[in-house]
């Protein structure tokens, strides 16, 4: 299994990101994926949760309304359209997977909001 995050950087308040994961090693059509971020001295929390379908579930509350995560099949890969960030969105974003009894994770991409 590999997960491939990309898109992040430097960008100021109130702008727009877009992440991409990119995913393989196993049938990624079928299962549900994740988005994951970690501030700067904070615990990794959960931002989103996309069913295999392309519903989003579980998103943060400090998140609702702003990211909208959403996923291509045909190209096993997993995006989080991030609008009107904010300096507390700065961190790494990671996208997750539980596959096989066993939690994967991509190296993260950097996301850092800052005038």
């Known amino acids: 299994v590999q997960l491939v995050e990309s898109g992040g950087g430097l960008v100021q308040p109130g702008e727009s990101l877009r992440l991409s994961c990119t995913a393989s090693g196993f049938p990624f059509s079928i299962y549900a994926v994740n988005w994951f971020r970690q501030g700067p001295g904070k615990e990794r929390e959960k931002v989103a949760r996309i069913t295999a379908e392309g519903a989003m579930r579980d998103v943060l509350n400090s998140v609702k309304g702003r990211f909208t995560a959403s996923r291509d099949n045909r190209k096993n890969m997993l995006f989080l359209q991030m609008n009107a960030l904010k300096p507390e969105d700065t961190g790494v974003y990671y996208c997750?997977?539980?596959?096989?009894?066993?939690?994967?994770w991509g190296q993260g991409t950097q996301v850092t909001v800052s005038s």
């Open positions: 997750n997977v539980a596959y096989n009894l066993k939690t994967w």
